[in-house]
């Protein structure tokens, strides 16, 4: 039977393997393995990349919650967002004591529904954070300007888009502040965890340098409240090489992602909005009978995945937002019908093929 792999990281290693083995082999033989050269190496590299300050982390999750304690985020603050995204982006606004205010997405990018921010703002709210789902950025200028109106921050959750584009600037550097993530499925993915914190601001940089590392400003001098959320040098010296390869690797995802869309019906494919490029972190579409659908695949051997079955306002643990079924419809909804494709910048067309004439006929059975 077919066996297609759904993010094949390993054919993705067998093609930089001499370049990784290297690296992985140097930082053993410095033995350097906390906050080595090849960290401050990639940071700069990363701050090239996005034309922005990179301070990097242990991964995406903590990235965020640094941002978070940059800002000054406290208890009874509140934080607006998107109910339709990974755990993470909400996780951090509660584990600070913070409360996350929900706004519904748009139907068309599955992101924040600008439009429907400014009537979720309180006296309370101290900031926002659009996501880039599956690796296209949200409307920033308008969000931007709705948080300079009420004297927001703005933090994007990028984890999903490092590299993406709106306007021909980079993801990551579309507000002051962002973070993303180097989990091995993401775009740009690690060995293990890993993450990391943009701004534009230079007082910021410094403080979430320090809070990233204990909050210490020299070894044992202590100037904030911090956490241990170092990137290994390890996951670094792998990051460099892949970092070397990535708008290549962003363009041949963007061929994947184009062949897909021209084998799927107009019906049921992800838009990618003018002005903007896609890293696709995922490719997804929607289909009415999901469930049943992903079944079928599944039996073909082909393998999917649902990001994400239950929006975060209904999720047990954001019990105390007080928030109920039919409050956010539009991700309600997507997340009965969102289902994403095997995809890689690995995937053949033979596969793709295999993949597309498969769940057309599924459809078709409808
Ligand atoms: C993966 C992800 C994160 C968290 O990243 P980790 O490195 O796994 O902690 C945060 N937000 C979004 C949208 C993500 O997809």
Request: hydrophobic content about 35%; glycine content about 6%; charged content about 25%.
């Amino acid at each position: 039977m077919v066996k297609i792999d759904f993010a094949n990281l390993h054919a993705q290693y067998l093609k930089y393997k001499n370049e990784i083995d290297c690296a992985i082999q140097r930082v053993i033989d410095s033995s350097q393995f906390i906050m080595g050269e090849e960290v401050k190496e990639l940071e700069d590299e990363l701050s090239r990349f996005t034309n922005t300050q990179a301070i990097t982390c242990a991964n995406g999750t903590d990235a965020l919650l640094i941002a978070l304690m940059g800002i000054g985020i406290e208890p009874g603050d509140e934080v607006i967002t998107t109910p339709f995204t990974f755990i993470s982006t909400t996780e951090v606004i509660a584990s600070l004591k913070a409360k996350p205010v929900f706004v519904d997405i748009s139907e068309e990018d599955f992101n924040i529904n600008a439009e429907k921010i400014e009537s979720a703002i309180t006296s309370k709210t101290k900031a926002i954070i659009p996501v880039s789902l599956f690796g296209q950025p949200s409307e920033m200028d308008k969000i931007n300007e709705i948080a300079k109106n009420y004297q927001l921050r703005v933090i994007e959750d990028a984890a999903q888009s490092f590299g993406a584009t709106y306007k021909g600037k980079r993801s990551c550097n579309l507000s002051e502040l962002a973070t993303t993530s180097f989990f091995p499925a993401k775009p740009l993915g690690c060995y293990g965890d890993g993450g990391a914190i943009f701004t534009s601001n230079t007082e910021l940089a410094e403080k979430i340098r320090s809070i990233r590392n204990h909050g210490q400003i020299r070894r044992y001098y202590h100037k904030y409240v911090g956490l241990n959320s170092r990137l290994d040098t390890l996951q670094a010296a792998i990051l460099r090489v892949k970092l070397k390869y990535y708008n290549n690797e962003i363009d041949i995802r963007n061929e994947v992602a184009k062949r897909y869309t021209s084998l799927l019906s107009d019906k049921i494919t992800p838009k990618v909005k003018s002005e903007k490029t896609s890293v696709w972190a995922q490719y997804t579409v929607k289909i009415k009978s999901r469930d049943h659908i992903q079944g079928k695949l599944q039996s073909c051997g082909i393998p999917t995945a649902v990001h994400y079955p239950l929006p975060l306002h209904l999720q047990e643990a954001f019990a105390f937002c007080e928030r109920k079924k039919g409050d956010f419809p539009v991700a309600e909804k997507a997340s009965m019908e969102v289902l994403s494709l095997p995809f890689s910048a690995y995937l053949t067309e033979e596969e793709q093929g295999y993949i597309c004439n498969k769940l057309n006929s599924f459809l078709g059975e409808e």
